[in-house]
């Protein structure tokens, strides 16, 4: 009897754990000094592939963008630096069909240093339209770069997001007309 009750609680929570096509990722956390700075999940649903990323109080990161955003402002002029953009590449299992969307960034420029970042604070949204290539899920990394006021930390992190079911969707979890088209 006792092994009965410890299998199903063993599968229980072993269930619990797993996602399908249109249900989010299990969060994906980068930290700095043991404390959590940024959690990342995905999914695919209604043909898109869909990535939020949750900051921290006090931390931010930057827009797929950031980089072109830079050079406009500084129209050739050299910078002091420049904060590292999202980059999100979508390996296995799904094809990026369309551009990249993004929530619109806050501008986190100072222009009397000749520094010019774009970014989040609390959560970032990327959205891109996919098409299912092959395979049981797609590999999505992503690489960046999370600040505070005093440190920042590399992001460099895998997500496998599942696509059994079709990916039929809602999309209910963002708008395009509240998203700008990445640059």
């Known amino acids: ?6 299998a199903l609680i063993f599968v229980c929570a072993a269930s619990a754990e797993v996602t399908h096509a249109g249900d989010w990722t299990n969060p994906v956390e980068v930290r700095h000094e043991l404390k959590r ?5 995905a999914k695919w649903d209604a043909g898109y592939l869909v990535v939020r990323a949750t900051l921290d109080p006090g931390w931010h990161t930057f827009a797929m963008d ?7 402002k500084l129209a050739g ?4 630096g420049i904060d590292l953009p999202t980059e999100i590449t979508v390996t296995e ?18 222009p009397e240093l000749r520094w010019f970042s774009w970014g989040f604070e609390d959560e970032a949204l990327f959205v891109a ?14 690489r960046g770069q999370a600040c505070s006021d005093t ?21 209910s979890d963002f708008d395009l007309k509240t998203l700008v088209q990445v640059r």
């Not at 009897?1 to 410890?6: E, G, I, R, S, V």
């Not at 700075?37 to 999940?41: A, I, L, P």
């Not at 590399?154 to 969707?169: C, E, R, S």
């Open 93 to 110: 299992g799904l094809e990026v069909v369309g551009p990249w969307y993004q929530l619109p960034p806050k501008d986190f420029s100072k």
């Open 151 to 171: 440190t920042c930390k590399n992001i460099d992190l895998a997500i496998t997001v599942p696509l059994g079911g079709g990916g039929k969707g809602s999309a």
């Open 129 to 142: 339209q996919v098409r299912r290539s092959r395979g049981s899920a797609a590999q999505v990394t992503i």
């Open 77 to 80: 002029k050299k910078s002091l």
């Open 1 to 6: 009897m006792w092994n009965t009750a410890a």
């Open 37 to 41: 700075c940024v959690s990342y999940r």
């Open 66 to 72: 950031n980089r072109q955003r830079a050079a406009d």
